[in-house]
C-alpha cells in the first residue's frame, strides 16, 4: 500500500483501537435488548447509563438530558422540526446562519414550506456572526436560535457564549451544531446558555452511525421517531448498544486528551498554514487565523480547480477534501466560502486539510512541497493563470 497521510478528519476520524475494544463484547458476549427485563440484559442497560453520564459530564450536563441518535443530521433534524412542532404557538420565526452545515439548511428550508420563516445571518470574512445582526434579527415572534459552535469547512469558532446569553436574555431556545467542536474545544452547556446541542461520534474517533441530542430538561419538544418507549419515550428504536459504548468510550478519551492533543494538533496546523501561506503565491486562508479549530486550516489557490488539486494529492496518498464530505458530489462552490465573500472562481479552488494528533512534522513537510508541486502544474496548464503572468509582466 502507498504511503498514507490523512487529513480529512473533519469528514470522519478513525475509530480509536480503545474504542473498538471497549465496543466488541456488546456485539457477542452482551448483546440483550436493553429494554428486556431478564437479568441478561441489564449488562446492555448498565453500559448505556455509563456511556450517558460519561457524556454529561464532558459537557457540564445531567445524563437525563442525553438523547442517543444516529448521528448529527438526525440531532439536528430533531432540535428544529420538533422545537418548530412545539413552540408554533408562540411564534414561527427561527434565526440560524448561511454557514450552518446541511443538515441545518436544509432542515430550515423544509420549515419554510410549512409556514415558518428563518433569517439566515451574515457572517463577516473570517466567518464569524455578526451579534448586532443578531439583535436586529430577533422578534417577537422568535422561538429559536440556531448556531454552529464551530464551522466544518473553514473552522471558525462562533462566539457561543454571547449568543447564549442574548437568546437567554429574550426567553428564546438556543440550539448548537458541535459536530466538529465537541471533543475539540470544552463545552459547557450551562455557560454558554445551550438549550440543544448535537454531536456526532465518528469525528472524535468514535464509530459512525451514533450521535446525540443534547436536551436541556424543561425544554418540550416531541419525540422525532415514534415507536416504543426508548430514551424516555423520546426516541423510539432498539438502542445501538455497541455504538452508544463506543461513543462513552470515545468521549472520556477526547475529555482525557484534549489539553496535549489539541495543543499539537494546534503545533501542526500553524506549522502548515506559515509554510503554504509564505511558499504558494496567490493563496488565501479562510476562517479566523487564531480563532478556529486546533486542527482545521482550509486554504483557497487562485487559478487552481479544488477538485483536480484533490485528485493529484490523492495520487500522492494525501487524502483531503474542498468542503464538507456532504457535498463532495457537487460542482456548486462551498456555500460558507460563498458566505465570507470569495467569488466563484477562487471559492472552487479550495483545499480543507484537518489534521489529528497522529500527524508529524515530516507529514505536514510532504504535504507542502506537494501542494506546491501541484498548485504550480495546474497553473501552467491555466490560460487564465497565463494571463494573469502576462498582465503582471506588463
Not at 451514533?210 to 418507549?229: C, E
Request: include cysteine; charged fraction near 25%; charge should be negative.
Amino acid at each position: 500500500m502507498k504511503k498514507l497521510i490523512y487529513l480529512d478528519n473533519a469528514a470522519t476520524t478513525k475509530t480509536a483501537p480503545e474504542v473498538v475494544e471497549a465496543m466488541l463484547p456488546y456485539f457477542t458476549e452482551f448483546y440483550g435488548n436493553p429494554s428486556s427485563v431478564y437479568e441478561f440484559s441489564g449488562h446492555s442497560k448498565e453500559a448505556i447509563a455509563k456511556s450517558r453520564e460519561t457524556i454529561a459530564k464532558a459537557l457540564g450536563a445531567k445524563p437525563e438530558e442525553i438523547y442517543f441518535t444516529a448521528g448529527g443530521s438526525e440531532s439536528d433534524n430533531w432540535a428544529l422540526k420538533a422545537t418548530a412542532e412545539a413552540y408554533a404557538d408562540k411564534g414561527k420565526h427561527i434565526i440560524t446562519t448561511k454557514i450552518e452545515h446541511h443538515a441545518i439548511l436544509h432542515t430550515a428550508e423544509y420549515l419554510e414550506k410549512r409556514g415558518f420563516e428563518v433569517t439566515y445571518l451574515d457572517v463577516d470574512e473570517s466567518g464569524v456572526v455578526k451579534l448586532e445582526e443578531l439583535k436586529k434579527a430577533i422578534r417577537p415572534d422568535t422561538i429559536l436560535i440556531s448556531v454552529m459552535y464551530a464551522n466544518n469547512e473553514i473552522g471558525t469558532i462562533q462566539p457561543i457564549r454571547e449568543i447564549g446569553q442574548i437568546a437567554h436574555e429574550h426567553g428564546i431556545l438556543f440550539h448548537t451544531d458541535a459536530v466538529q467542536a465537541f471533543g475539540q474545544v470544552p463545552i459547557s452547556v450551562d455557560d454558554c446558555h445551550i438549550d440543544m446541542l448535537s454531536s456526532s461520534g465518528h469525528k472524535l474517533n468514535g464509530p459512525k452511525g451514533i450521535g446525540f441530542l443534547y436536551i436541556r430538561k424543561g425544554v418540550k419538544i416531541r419525540s422525532f421517531v415514534h415507536g416504543g418507549a426508548q430514551e424516555r419515550k423520546r426516541r423510539a428504536g432498539t438502542e445501538n448498544v455497541p455504538g452508544i459504548v463506543g461513543y462513552g468510550a470515545a468521549v472520556e478519551r477526547a475529555v482525557n486528551t484534549m489539553t496535549e492533543r489539541t495543543a499539537k494538533e494546534a503545533e501542526m496546523r500553524d506549522y502548515l498554514i506559515d509554510r503554504i501561506l509564505k511558499e504558494v503565491p496567490y493563496v488565501r486562508l479562510n476562517g479566523h487565523r487564531t480563532n478556529r479549530l486546533p486542527n482545521n486550516a482550509n486554504f483557497s489557490f487562485q487559478f487552481v480547480e479544488g477538485e483536480s488539486l484533490l485528485i493529484m494529492l490523492d495520487m500522492k496518498g494525501i487524502c483531503g477534501s474542498s468542503g464538507s464530505a456532504c457535498t463532495s458530489g457537487s460542482l456548486d462552490p462551498s456555500h460558507v466560502l460563498m458566505a465570507i465573500g470569495l467569488p466563484h472562481e477562487i471559492a472552487h479552488g479550495s483545499l480543507r486539510l484537518t489534521l489529528n494528533e497522529e500527524i508529524t512534522r515530516e507529514d505536514i513537510d510532504y504535504v507542502v512541497d506537494s501542494v506546491k508541486e501541484i498548485v504550480q502544474k495546474l497553473r501552467d496548464m491555466s490560460p487564465l493563470y497565463e494571463d494573469f503572468v502576462k498582465k503582471q509582466a506588463k
